[in-house]
């Protein structure tokens, strides 16, 4: 149970009673930021791709969409998402709870700008029903993550 390893991980730095579990759903934008009480955009939602025949995670702001020719000239190939299957096998979360904590080793994570305008943001916690509320410097400690990218459109003010 992927929720699991991620309390599992947060206890590890103190910070167990920090994840959220809740009763509804989280595992769309929307449904998380009714469940977490924000705006939608402020949900870091986190993406799986495959990017040379390995799983890549991107988190981003939830109303960033991914733009196919920034994320082609970042990542040299066009965006092509994980299936439900490949997300759970390859990064260690299923689909609606996929976040950067306490993944598969070898999954590269990178953090999109998109994020960089809020103090706080909510990633899911490995389950369709969990959140945690960060600021940006506790999602670069935690996510483990390799660069930040600029590979999505539309959140732009």
């Known amino acids: 149970m992927s929720i699991k390893r991620v309390k599992e991980y947060f206890a590890k730095h103190g910070m167990e009673n920090r994840v959220k579990e809740f009763d509804v759903s989280s595992a769309t934008v929307e ?19 495959m990017v040379d025949g390995k ?51 070898g999954v590269l994570v990178y953090l999109d700008e998109s994020l960089k305008r809020f103090a706080t943001v909510f990633p899911a916690c490995g389950s369709a029903n969990s959140a945690i509320e960060l600021s940006i410097a506790e999602l670069e400690e935690h996510s483990g993550f390799t660069s930040w990218v600029d590979v999505c459109k539309n959140w732009q003010v």
């Open 31 to 49: 449904l998380a930021a009714e469940a977490v009480g924000c705006e939608p955009c402020r949900i870091a939602k986190t993406l799986s791709f």
């Open 55 to 105: 799983a890549v995670l991107v988190v981003t702001a939830g109303d960033a969409k991914i733009d196919n020719p920034k994320y082609k000239a970042q990542f040299g190939t066009k965006a092509k998402m994980l299936t439900p299957d490949e997300a759970e096998t390859l990064v260690g979360h299923a689909v609606g709870g996929v976040c950067p904590f306490a993944i598969k080793e």
